[in-house]
């Protein structure tokens, strides 16, 4: 009986063995499964981000190059807004030295209708000149330097808003 009971004894610690090494087997069959899956998801997970990396770079290089092209818009048309001022300023200030010196004089219409209603003709002639048309009076030189500063100051404003104008235009146009 004894010997029933090694040999009992062998064939279970070699059922043990067995099941014990197939344990084994079957435990590091399922991790290398499980670390070959897990891989594969971490390179997927990577390429999906370098794509993303990818996308995100070429949306920043078209964003500045678009800031860029503003830039250089701007620069170039801050360039025309100044030459266009200072051009402007430029005949305000001759204008004002004409009027300083009497190189230009400045004058205005008169209503020469009368009021009685003569139908626009003029009771009398004048026998100063020769003009035809309505009569016309000088101005003073102050009043008409003061005239000519407040249509420069309406020059730059108009050109002022011009410039808005179209930095608003461009701006809308690039977005």
């Not at 678009?66 to 305000?92: C, G, M, N, P």
């Not at 048309?133 to 008409?144: I, M, P």
Request: glycine share 10%; aromatic share 6%.
């Amino acid at each position: 009986m004894k010997l029933d009971a090694v040999k009992w004894g062998g064939v279970l610690l070699l059922l043990l063995g067995l099941t014990v090494g197939s344990a084994w087997a079957a435990w590091e069959w399922q991790a290398n499964t499980y670390g070959q899956l897990l891989a594969a998801k971490e390179a997927a997970h990577q390429t999906e981000r370098t794509n993303l990396a990818n996308a995100n770079a070429a949306q920043i290089l078209a964003e500045q190059g678009k800031r860029f092209a503003l830039e250089q818009w701007l620069a170039a048309s801050d360039q025309a807004h100044y030459r266009v001022l200072t051009d402007e300023k430029t005949k305000q200030e001759r204008l004002r030295d004409r009027l300083a010196t009497a190189g230009l004089r400045l004058s205005v219409l008169l209503d020469a209708t009368p009021a009685t209603g003569s139908d626009g003709m003029q009771a009398t002639t004048s026998s100063g000149g020769m003009v035809h048309g309505t009569e016309r009076a000088q101005l003073d030189r102050a009043h008409a330097q003061r005239i000519i500063g407040i249509t420069g100051d309406g020059d730059q404003g108009l050109i002022a808003l011009q410039a808005c104008q179209a930095y608003a235009k461009e701006v809308s146009r690039t977005k």
